[in-house]
């Protein structure tokens, strides 16, 4: 029974790859977490009493822990998720963000080639390492071009510039040393147990308790929304066929303005649950965040030709699925959200 290895398994793309892989596909992981704010075992529960579940609670730039895990668990592949994510947080504090996304990566690359090279040769054959990575690390676009995977990099947050210097490490690590690497880079994802500090969550979570719902300049930032199911049968299916040394984007088709997001939400929240008035009267427009790129949008032509992946989300029918999910699970939305985050204003640009 093959096993995987998912560095970030209890945040929100990683927690619903768990509960996919474990669930349905069948295959035995190791989630090696550190559970910092953004992480929760809760996101998780539905498969952790499955025999073919185990968390490790780790840093990835333990270098020694993940030895241990490679030597003990054996797997046939590692799907890195591990990160700091939240743009407006690495403005504010973007050490944090240089030592998981850079060292962090590094370290598991590291552990994962020395363990790579002790596998027999239908093992060293099989085993692939799935980098994760964002269409930030390629900067703002222009007019309706969109990324593609030989676009150049043009990071222009410190979140983007760790997660492309994480990519370049990834690249060196298999065209250098050979391990087997594959990088995706996907779009804005969205869906149920994302942490309530990302547009789509807060805003819902504003909306019901009737506070401002704050939008960057005037909301004409562009984003591809891509719902985190959808994410997650790409990279199974990048897993399973995917052609080491290669990149695949991975995004939804579905490019919206932030504050069309934003009224699109106001309604549904409005239609689900009524207000004395609409809560798009909530919408204020605030100043825009240093260096907030303007719009992203891939290209997904490579993986739709090489791998047969499309995405079966439109934005409407994930949107209502999300908002309907957030209504439903308030509690795990109060448990989730510790002392270190409460719905305020991050990204104001005083670094530390």
């Not at 990834?170 to 990302?198: D, M």
Request: aromatic share 10%; charged share 25%.
């Amino acid at each position: 029974m093959p096993c995987i290895v998912i560095t970030g398994g209890a945040g929100f793309i990683g927690s619903a790859l768990v509960r996919k892989v474990v669930g349905d596909a069948g295959d035995t992981v190791v989630n090696v977490d550190k559970l910092t704010y953004a992480g929760n075992l809760e996101s998780v529960e539905p498969v952790s009493d499955s025999p073919r579940y185990r968390f490790e609670r780790a840093d990835i730039r333990d270098a020694d822990v993940l030895r241990r895990i490679f030597e003990r668990e054996r797997p046939d592949a590692v799907i890195h998720l591990a990160a700091e994510s939240h743009v407006d947080r690495s403005i504010d504090g973007p050490a944090d963000f240089v030592q998981t996304n850079v060292v962090g990566t590094y370290t598991l690359l590291q552990e994962a080639l020395r363990y790579w090279r002790t596998l027999d040769a239908g093992a060293t054959k099989r085993f692939r390492f799935v980098n994760v990575s964002t269409d930030e690390v390629f900067g703002s676009l222009d007019g309706t071009a969109r990324f593609t995977e030989a676009s150049q990099y043009r990071p222009n947050s410190p979140y983007a510039a760790s997660k492309a210097s994480a990519d370049h490490l990834a690249r060196a690590w298999h065209r250098t040393y050979g391990l087997p690497v594959i990088t995706t880079n996907c779009s804005n994802n969205y869906g149920p147990y994302q942490f309530p500090e990302k547009l789509i969550p807060l805003t819902i979570q504003n909306a019901l308790a009737g506070r401002p719902l704050p939008v960057y300049s005037r909301g004409e930032h562009v984003r591809d929304w891509l719902f985190v199911d959808d994410h997650v049968d790409a990279l199974l299916c990048v897993l399973a066929n995917g052609t080491p040394g290669e990149t695949y984007g991975i995004g939804g088709g579905s490019e919206r303005h932030n504050i069309d997001v934003v009224r699109t939400i106001c309604a549904l929240v409005d239609e689900l649950v009524p207000g004395a008035t609409p809560r798009a009267e909530l919408i204020r427009f605030v100043a825009d965040r240093p260096g907030h790129d303007l719009r992203y949008a891939i290209d997904t032509g490579k993986i739709e030709r090489e791998l047969g992946w499309r995405p079966r989300e439109s934005f409407e029918s994930g949107l209502r699925r999300t908002v309907e999910w957030y209504l439903a699970n308030q509690r795990w939305c109060e448990r989730v959200q510790s002392g270190a985050y409460r719905g305020e204003r991050l990204g104001l640009g005083t670094a530390s």
